[in-house]
């Protein structure tokens, strides 16, 4: 990229957190992924995807990620276009955002503090900072108690709170959570929302992928529609709509694959 | 920790948690670089052999006819130091020449005692600069009088250099075909242990870590796999070479101008041979295991 074109979109996207979708078509052969997107995602905004599985929320996240590569338009986030990322610069890339996947993935044979450790351990911060910062994160999403045990120790409450733990342990300005409630309970996932709101008054963008009707409903965000590859709706404020699901259930299907 | 203590553990515990697959690679390899080090044997002593009967061929030893006087063979030693490309010219008594052979003989020597006469004749030995020149002496030094036959042979040094070089050229196509089968094998190994933490390398991408930091422990696995190999090869070519120059040692020094190479020089070479193999070959089979699990 240019230094000049650098220039012109730091002072367009000033603001950190900010994400701008533009024109961003990508295909899987003849299978969209997602068709000529285009989506402004303000700096602290809390914002739902929702849609049926294979709608291409997962595609519209992994393009974020840069997982994948799009075929046409650009995704501006943070000064730069993130489809045209180097290789080399996509390891931070993924460390300027946190992710929650929906089946946790936490690490079976590392404790929760290992765990969340771990984080720090690969983008190879200090183990003073990591000793610091990894009980006060635990401390923030309720999990300190169980910090010396492993995983299957704990409930899936718990381990998805750990998951956001991780995912928000480098201090992240963009959380993008993947269906982050749809193996819990209704209660358990209120908690973890309760969660996710507070990140969010933080100042953190959170994007989240979800299914929950009754989630969007409550909270009262933005909520953007996807279907067939393409933004279908995009409001305020939104409510759920049903017709906008082709589902009864929740699916793992529109989850990032592990 | 640093980040390649955190990855050389990592190695360490990925090998302790895959020990079938460590040690059927490892024997794999050690398999291999055992025909390597036995081909890297032979070739070394062919190379060494030829060095030696080239080295023969240095010498032209002209036999002289019983009936030439020393007084006309000091004429012709002064004639032929006059030709271009030689480089000294000396005679040779019949009776030191058998003594030569009998030295050559050794144990053996008895055998020549038994003759009723010596064989040998009397000759002139010269000695050529250069390969090149020696033809050139010989056709100069046939047609002079009082000569029984001349001893040198171009062709057999032409074969000789070609046999060679052949053998050569095939032990290198056999050992780059081996050392491509034994980065199969470890690549082979190491695509279980990432598929075994497969989930953790796609965390760990999805975190942010850097390609490197990914493939560290990976790589490391590969080099202590193969560096283990190399050290094992070694030990068992050269406890091979050990048991054939001791057995054989001595019955090859009668035809082979120089023996076997030393033993201490073969093994040291072999050592550093296979360790930079082995470790080339376990850092290739791991990065060729990970390409597709990582950034392009």
């Known amino acids: 990229m240019l230094l000049s074109e650098m220039r012109s979109e730091r002072t367009e996207n000033e603001r950190d957190g900010m994400i701008e979708y533009k024109?961003?078509?990508?295909?899987?052969?003849?299978?969209?992924?997602?068709?000529?997107?285009?989506?402004?995602?303000?700096?602290?905004?809390?914002?739902?995807?929702?849609?049926?599985?294979?709608?291409?929320?997962?595609?519209?996240?992994?393009?974020?990620?840069?997982?994948?590569?799009?075929?046409?338009?650009?995704?501006?986030?943070?000064?730069?276009?993130?489809?045209?990322?180097?290789?080399?610069?996509?390891?931070?890339?993924?460390?300027?955002?946190?992710?929650?996947?929906?089946?946790?993935?936490?690490?079976?044979?590392?404790?929760?503090?290992?765990?969340?450790?771990?984080?720090?351990?690969?983008?190879?911060?200090?183990?003073?900072?990591?000793?610091?910062?990894?009980?006060?994160?635990?401390?923030?999403?309720?999990?300190?108690?169980?910090?010396?045990?492993?995983?299957?120790?704990?409930?899936?409450?718990?381990?998805?709170?750990v998951a956001i733990a991780r995912a928000i342990m480098n201090n992240p300005k963009v959380l993008i959570a993947d269906e982050p409630t749809g193996n819990l309970d209704p209660e358990t996932g209120w908690e973890i929302m309760r969660l996710l709101d507070q990140i969010n008054r933080r100042g953190t963008t959170v994007l989240m992928v979800t299914h929950s009707r009754e989630i969007v409903n409550a909270m009262s965000k933005r909520v953007v529609a996807i279907k067939d590859g393409r933004l279908v709706r995009d409001e305020l404020g939104g409510f759920y709509h049903p017709e906008e699901d082709d589902e009864p259930a929740p699916s793992p299907e529109g989850a990032l694959p592990l | 920790m640093t980040g390649f203590g955190v990855a050389l553990k990592q190695a360490f515990s990925q090998i302790n948690r895959n020990k079938m697959m460590t040690t059927a690679s490892l024997f794999s390899i050690t398999a291999i670089l055992l025909v390597l080090g036995v081909f890297f044997l032979i070739v070394v002593n062919i190379n060494n052999m030829a060095e030696g009967i080239k080295q023969d061929f240095d010498k032209i030893q002209v036999y002289l006819l019983d009936e030439v006087a020393p007084q006309q063979s000091e004429e012709m030693m002064a004639q032929i130091r006059g030709f271009s490309g030689v480089d000294t010219v000396s005679y040779l008594p019949r009776e030191e020449a058998l003594d030569q052979w009998k030295v050559k003989w050794g144990e053996n020597a008895d055998l020549l005692d038994r003759m009723p006469t010596n064989p040998l004749p009397n000759s002139i030995i010269i000695?050529?600069?250069?390969?090149?020149?020696?033809?050139?002496?010989?056709?100069?030094?046939?047609?002079?009088?009082?000569?029984?036959?001349?001893?040198?042979?171009?062709?057999?040094?032409?074969?000789?250099?070609?046999?060679?070089?052949?053998?050569?050229?095939?032990?290198?196509?056999?050992?780059?075909?081996?050392?491509?089968?034994?980065?199969?094998?470890?690549?082979?190994?190491?695509?279980?242990?990432?598929?075994?933490?497969?989930?953790?390398?796609?965390?760990m991408r999805y975190i942010g870590a850097t390609n490197w930091f990914i493939r560290g422990p990976f790589l490391l696995e590969g080099i202590i796999i193969g560096a283990i190999a190399a050290v094992i090869g070694s030990v068992a070519v050269g406890a091979i070479y050990y048991y054939v120059v001791g057995h054989f040692g001595m019955?090859?020094?009668?035809?082979?101008?120089?023996?076997f190479v030393p033993f201490d020089f073969m093994v040291a070479n072999l050592l550093i041979i296979f360790l930079s193999l082995g470790i080339c070959v376990g850092a290739c089979g791991s990065i060729i295991s990970m390409r597709r699990f990582l950034e392009r």
């Open chain 1, 23 to 161: 024109n961003i078509t990508k295909r899987y052969g003849k299978n969209i992924g997602v068709e000529d997107v285009n989506i402004r995602i303000e700096d602290g905004e809390f914002i739902f995807l929702v849609g049926p599985s294979g709608s291409g929320k997962s595609t519209f996240v992994k393009l974020l990620l840069k997982l994948i590569d799009a075929d046409k338009g650009g995704i501006l986030y943070n000064g730069y276009d993130v489809t045209k990322l180097t290789p080399r610069k996509i390891p931070g890339h993924r460390r300027s955002m946190g992710i929650v996947f929906q089946d946790f993935s936490l690490l079976p044979k590392k404790t929760i503090y290992e765990n969340v450790a771990f984080a720090m351990e690969i983008i190879q911060r200090p183990k003073r900072t990591i000793e610091r910062q990894v009980p006060q994160v635990l401390e923030l999403v309720g999990v300190a108690d169980s910090a010396r045990k492993y995983p299957h120790e704990i409930s899936i409450g718990e381990q998805q709170r």
């Open chain 2, 127 to 203: 000695m050529v600069t250069n390969l090149d020149y020696a033809n050139a002496i010989v056709e100069q030094v046939v047609p002079m009088e009082g000569i029984e036959q001349v001893n040198y042979s171009q062709d057999a040094v032409d074969k000789l250099l070609r046999i060679t070089r052949i053998i050569q050229i095939v032990s290198l196509i056999i050992i780059l075909a081996l050392v491509a089968i034994s980065i199969l094998v470890v690549s082979n190994t190491i695509k279980l242990t990432v598929l075994a933490r497969e989930r953790e390398i796609v965390i």
């Open chain 2, 251 to 259: 019955d090859l020094a009668l035809f082979l101008p120089n023996g």
